[in-house]
């Protein structure tokens, strides 16, 4: 067994004590030889399903990305193992030691023997989401996985945040009083795509199309070498749906917040303008069309029950930290999130600043619906590269606006 093996990081114990006691005590006994952290540890990893993508997204303030574009991989996987050791060091002392250990023995085993990446990488979407709000707030009360409400919702959220924060009413008085809030977190992040298309023209419509609207649309990318891709509109469904059913329609100052870590596509840096596009398009975006969502199967009560969400683009040094306030990139990069109020009434008071509450507790603006039919890379490199870019491209947007699914 894995505990009967000297701990790896000896030189960092002190560093690492958290993943000294999760070695030490068998928690990780049941990990894959695979796993990514088990191989971190081990200073094994050098390639993770992911990473080309995650390089492209970050702006290197660590120094971790050489001139050729390749991490310093021994770099990332001590600093990778300190920062998660600290962080679940710290969730213990929120959420208590046998909430943790069921979460490090369970979901990020991801699988234990029979190791799924993608499964891991959604286990640390949530670690890096719960960490920061559990640092957000001195807050009066946290609770992992909040028990479920019989006749209500079916499963559990992630966790529940109650506490008290100084924000505007909702009364009209622009004055910041004290209010008790409650905020429920949900966490989901889709698998990575195995193949990246490095190499290859892509095309990802980010509006609903018809039928023979995709067919007429894959047969001209065909005819110019494009790789067409469809946009994944029903993983976002889904989703939504599973949201709803861990959450209950919201009390006065109650908050249910859906956070979607969508990193991992063919975009790497605005990986989640696809995502956010389908939400928000102003013809028929799902968040802002409800007889659309009802369409493609989102549950009635949805809308009702979530109160905000939210789409990311994760970068390397966000995962090599733990750390999700690296989707507020600086240099120039700009956010690499979004978020939607649902409530039409507290997204408009949000943006005229007659409300502040979701700021407080999220740090975000609400943002404004994204008017994109199809994201593109083309990979124009000459002149007549470009000349043939800009004929697909007028082709490509004279076809989706005929094939839009109303």
């Known amino acids: 067994m894995r505990r009967n093996l000297p701990f790896p990081l000896k030189g960092y114990i002190k560093l690492c004590g958290f993943l000294h006691t999760a070695w030490t005590q068998g928690w990780l006994d049941e990990y894959s030889d695979d796993h990514f952290l088990i191989k971190a540890i081990e200073n094994r990893l050098e390639t993770f399903v992911g990473k080309e993508q995650l390089i492209e997204n970050d702006i290197n303030q660590q120094g971790i990305i050489d001139l050729n574009g390749n991490n310093n ?31 490090i ?54 966790a529940r945040f109650i506490g008290s924060i100084n924000c505007k009413s909702d009364s009209g008085i622009t004055a910041e009083s004290e209010r008790l809030v409650t905020v429920n977190i949900e966490v989901k992040s889709p698998e990575f795509p195995h193949d990246n298309h490095i190499n290859e023209k892509i095309v990802i419509p980010t509006v609903m199309l018809t039928n023979d609207g995709r067919k007429e649309i894959k047969k001209l990318c065909a005819e110019h070498n494009v790789v ?46 696809e995502a956010w596009a389908l939400l ?44 999700f306030k690296h989707v507020w990139q600086h240099n120039g990069a700009g956010p690499r999130f979004r978020m939607w109020v649902i409530n ?9 600043d007659k409300s502040n509450v979701l700021l407080y507790i999220t740090g975000m603006n609400p ?40």
């Open 73 to 103: 991989i021994s770099s990332f996987n001590i600093n990778f193992c300190i920062n998660f050791s600290n962080r679940m060091q710290f969730l213990i002392q929120e959420f208590g030691v046998e909430n943790i250990k069921s979460f």
């Open 105 to 158: 023995t369970n979901q990020m085993s991801a699988g234990k023997q029979h190791y799924k990446e993608d499964t891991f990488f959604e286990a640390l979407s949530e670690v890096s989401i719960l960490s920061f709000y559990a640092t957000r707030w001195h807050w009066e009360q946290v609770i992992y996985e909040p028990a479920v409400i019989a006749g209500i919702n079916n499963k559990n959220p992630e």
């Open 228 to 273: 067409y891709m469809d946009p994944r509109v029903l993983k976002i469904r889904d989703f939504i749906n599973s949201a709803a059913g861990k959450f209950s329609v919201p009390l006065k100052d109650e908050f249910n917040l859906l956070y979607i870590n969508w990193s991992y596509r063919d975009f790497p840096s605005n990986s989640f303008l």
């Open 280 to 323: 928000t398009n102003p013809v028929n975006g799902i968040l802002v069309h409800p007889e659309v969502a009802a369409d493609i199967g989102i549950v009635p009560d949805a809308f009702e029950k979530i109160t905000a969400i939210i789409v990311y683009t994760e970068s390397l040094e966000g995962l090599m930290f733990s750390d």
């Open 344 to 352: 039409e009434e507290l997204r408009n008071a949000e943006w005229a």
């Open 367 to 406: 943002s404004r619906e994204l008017n994109q039919i199809a994201m593109i890379d083309y990979k124009s490199k000459t002149d007549m590269e470009k000349i043939e870019r800009e004929i697909f491209c007028l082709e490509l947007q004279r076809m989706i606006k005929k094939n839009l699914k109303r």
